[in-house]
């Protein structure tokens, strides 16, 4: 069973930054940040495999970095020139199984954290 423990949101101004940490019981094969306003589907942010294969929405690349610590099983996303429809609910997710790609799908996930907050205000 895979645990998954999201830290560092917040609130922040537009054009400021912020950094998520997920810490990960167990070692998925992808990890990946997934963010959600109410009313909405749940998004794919970025995901990362563990031979480093990344993925991001097109909202957020060159923006955003996704990158993981081994040793800590941490998984991270740094979030650049945060913007107001930047603002969500972000969860990390966590996929066992290996797979050739990294998918940005919601359902293609088995295992959440609880969400965390971030707000970004203009």
């Known amino acids: 069973q895979v645990q998954l423990v999201e830290s560092g949101g917040g609130s922040v101004q537009a054009g400021g930054s912020l950094r998520l940490s997920c810490v990960a019981s167990g070692y998925p094969y992808i990890l990946g940040w997934f963010r959600q306003v109410p009313g909405q589907e749940r998004e794919g942010v970025a995901a990362?495999?563990?031979?480093?294969?990344?993925e991001y929405s097109d909202s957020v690349k060159g923006r955003f970095v996704i990158s993981k610590d081994d040793p800590a099983n941490t998984l991270y996303l740094q979030m650049n020139t945060l913007k107001p429809e930047d603002t969500a609910m972000y969860y990390c997710a966590a996929h066992v199984r290996y797979r050739p790609d990294v998918p940005l799908r919601a359902v293609d996930y088995d295992h959440w954290g609880q969400g965390i907050q971030v707000t970004v205000s203009s």
């Open positions: 990362m495999d563990n031979v480093g294969q990344t």
